[in-house]
């Protein structure tokens, strides 16, 4: 026992932070010993605070401390276009980039019979819902390009195809500022066949 | 606004450990949503546990959820060697190390007038009242090589000469695996000047 065992257990559990190795929740662990009573204090209750009141938005399915996020009663926002996404973090970083003004709806998952997540597993029927109750809405499908997020965006085509929307999924293509020879064929391929008369 | 505001503390102090950028601790925060109550709430505790209950150990300095830390209380611990050290965390490198079986004395500090810390802010006294207590004892002075560490070292030099005890430092020299021609001129330097025969 090199540490004394409080401390022992603080590097402990910032181990179990994703991508903190022994050496770096070390150096964390002993950075809290010299912050401040009241950092130390507020950093706790604001780890149980984020962990307790943070739920699902009844309507979008993303993270909130309401009964309703930010987005979904932000008036200024367009109702009628809905994003659809795999999770909290992909709407986080729509939210970043700052140029949309629709709505999102949070899948929480993708369906992937291997891993045994079935459709009504994540939130499809709330989506479905959603949309039956809008007058022409869009409906931009923005899931990644893995087996499971293509079965999905398979999966929600089927089901919107006989509605009255208007369907949509991101473009696939060259990332900005990545070299053409270091992209793999795939990308490659989809930036090929996705692409875009410049002249007509 | 974009994270619920709950979130955004906790991303907020994440960001207040050291090498924790915007993106990491948005990745840390997001990832203590997802683990248990359990974790989060037994994080939380230790934090604050950590903080409040470590503090420096009477005999040594260094840091301990006891009166007197598990290294001083050993009585496996060769007593009459006293290591002397900057920080609790240079005594948690010789622990790893573990060849180490005397024990330690943390200044908590270096002697730099330009910070304004003098003799007298740092643990300088006790260990002058532990060196007095002792028959003959040696100490090993192990301190940076910085204009602090060389001012601190010969302070302790002048103050210990006097008195009936043995003094080392620890040796400069090449660190392991490093290449030769990478090393700077002052390291190369010492390390020339602290050669060691090796044949008579």
Redesign the interface.
């Known amino acids: 026992?090199?540490?004394?065992?409080?401390?022992s257990?603080?590097i402990n559990?910032f181990r179990?932070?994703?991508?903190?190795g022994e050496k770096?929740a070390?150096?964390?662990?002993?950075?809290?010993?010299s912050?401040s009573?009241d950092?130390?204090?507020?950093?706790?209750?604001?780890?149980?605070?984020?962990?307790?009141?943070?739920h699902q938005c009844s309507i979008c399915g993303h993270?909130?401390?309401?009964e309703i996020?930010?987005i979904c009663s932000d008036s200024n926002r367009n109702k009628n276009v809905i994003c659809v996404l795999e999770d909290y973090?992909s709407v986080?970083a729509f939210?970043?980039a700052g140029n949309y003004d629709g709505v999102y709806h949070v899948l929480n998952g993708l369906i992937s019979p291997i891993d045994d997540v079935n459709p009504e597993d994540i939130n499809i029927s709330s989506l479905m819902k959603r949309v039956e109750e809008l007058d022409n809405p869009e409906v931009i499908i923005a899931l990644k390009s893995t087996v499971e997020g293509e079965t999905t965006t398979l999966y929600l085509q089927k089901l919107l195809e006989n509605k009255k929307v208007s369907i949509s999924r991101l473009s696939y293509g060259i990332p900005m500022g990545a070299e053409i020879d270091f992209l793999d064929e795939i990308t490659l391929e989809r930036a090929l066949s996705d692409r875009k008369k410049i002249t007509e």
């Not at 179990?16 to 903190?20: A, N």
């Not at 070390?26 to 010993?33: H, K, P, T």
């Open positions: 026992m090199i540490y004394p065992s409080s401390l257990n603080l559990y179990k932070l994703p991508g903190i770096s070390e150096r964390l662990a002993l950075s809290v010993l912050m009573s950092d130390v204090n507020g950093f706790s209750a604001s780890m149980i605070d984020s962990r307790e009141n943070l993270i909130t401390d309401k996020c930010d973090k986080f939210e970043k």
